[in-house]
């Protein structure tokens, strides 16, 4: 089976990862017909559009994207995150983060395995902001539409991968119009999933609880601000952006990319960890039906880490990007013979 991949490296580390994660595709043998695409502030200076109308045709066109990370300017107008636009031109619905305790990664928790469902395309970024005068006015915009398919996917993710419980976060008790329907609708969808425990957490409370207990959540579905902020919140948990993937899975053309940002002061010097885009390209494979390769290349970084001898300088250690990556891909490959008969 072939498949489509578009590549988008963006800004800053984007580039450089995106490539590694290709050439981990690569070594796992898949069979794949690549395009590259162009998204990002770079792409902005260059041709006065941070995402050229090619870019969203090829995204269409392709059967998953491998997204590095594009750098936003604070202070630009008519600047809009090409990032953001794509999901909501394509209707990538659902923000999925897992977050895992991994071997060797020197972080805060230990033994977390949660994911979080954040709402990807309404919410305080509907891009409903103006300046009136003296004050800025921002709306918040939730739908019984957007609430509907966004807790949906998160209860048929629980089934799907045998997870038993969903946490649903809102301020609903402060926010009773826009969060009370978005509480409304998640609690009539929790009725027709018996299998699971349903939990409501007020997002408050829930920063608090995962810093105080992140191994007591399993599903956690949310509006998009409130995802936002938990799920950097929980990847700092787990051991930094760096270890953090993340999928936009919805209507269109799923994209994957690490939940961290361009990282502009780390650009081209071949030393932060390649682990959140090579967990995100795992993402990709599992999406993509390609589960005994998915599963491959996620042994092979665990491996690595448990190892411990070829890391980043973010995970304590002194090796390169480029080192890390193939180490990686040597273990891969070691399995991969191991494993023929
Ligand atoms: P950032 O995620 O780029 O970097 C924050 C810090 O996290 C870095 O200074 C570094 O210490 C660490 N870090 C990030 N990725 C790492 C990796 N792979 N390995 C090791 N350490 C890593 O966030 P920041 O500095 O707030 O934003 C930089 C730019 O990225 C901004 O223009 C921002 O708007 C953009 N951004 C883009 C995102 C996207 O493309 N989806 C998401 C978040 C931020
Ligand atoms: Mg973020």
Same mark, same amino acid.
């Given at each position: ?45 260059? =041709?006065?559009?941070?995402? @050229? ?5 090829? +995204?269409? =066109?392709?059967?998953?994207?491998? &997204? ?5 300017? @604070? ?16 209707? %990538? ?49 939730? =739908? ?36 009370? %329907? ?8 929790? /009725? ?26 399993? +599903? ?35 994209? &994957? ?79 991969? /013979?191991?494993?023929?008969?």
């Amino acid at each position: 089976m072939m498949h489509r991949i578009c590549f988008i490296g963006g800004d800053g580390i984007g580039p450089e990862l995106v490539e590694h994660g290709r050439r981990v595709l690569d070594a796992l043998g898949l069979a794949y017909e690549a395009s590259e695409a162009s998204a990002g502030y770079e792409c902005f200076e260059r =041709s006065g559009t941070s995402l @050229p109308d090619e870019t969203v045709e090829a +995204v269409r =066109s392709a059967d998953a994207v491998l &997204f590095g990370a594009i750098t936003s300017p @604070p202070n630009l107008q008519n600047y809009r995150s090409p990032i953001v636009r794509l999901r909501q031109e394509l209707e %990538l619905y659902a923000n999925l983060r897992p977050c895992r305790s991994y071997p060797n990664v020197n972080a805060i928790a230990r033994e977390v395995d949660l994911v979080i469902v954040r709402e990807n395309t309404e919410g305080m970024y509907s891009g409903r902001e103006r300046r009136e005068g003296e004050q800025a006015v921002g709306e918040r915009v939730i =739908s019984r539409k957007g609430s509907e398919r966004i807790v949906k996917f998160a209860y048929d993710y629980a089934v799907r991968h045998g997870r038993r419980k969903v946490a649903v976060v809102h301020k609903a008790n402060v926010l009773r119009e826009t969060c009370g %329907l978005f509480r409304e609708v998640a609690l009539e969808v929790a /009725k027709e999933y018996a299998q699971v425990e349903t939990e409501e957490v007020i997002v408050d409370a829930m920063a608090m609880r995962l810093v105080k207990q992140p191994q007591a959540f399993d +599903v956690i579905v949310t509006t998009n601000l409130f995802g936002d902020i938990l799920s950097d919140e929980a990847a700092a948990l787990i051991g930094g952006l760096g270890m953090a993937p993340s999928a936009n899975l919805g209507e269109g053309t799923p994209i &994957f990319e690490p939940a961290h940002g361009s990282a502009p002061k780390y650009a081209a010097q071949d030393r932060v960890n390649p682990c959140a885009t090579l967990l995100s390209a795992c993402m990709m494979l599992e999406e993509l039906g390609e589960q005994e390769r998915a599963e491959r290349l996620h042994n092979a970084i665990v491996h690595v880490l448990s190892e411990g001898r070829v890391l980043t300088k973010d995970l304590g250690g002194n090796a390169k990007t480029s080192e890390m990556v193939d180490e990686i891909i040597a273990n891969m490959q070691r399995e991969g /013979k191991r494993r023929e008969p």
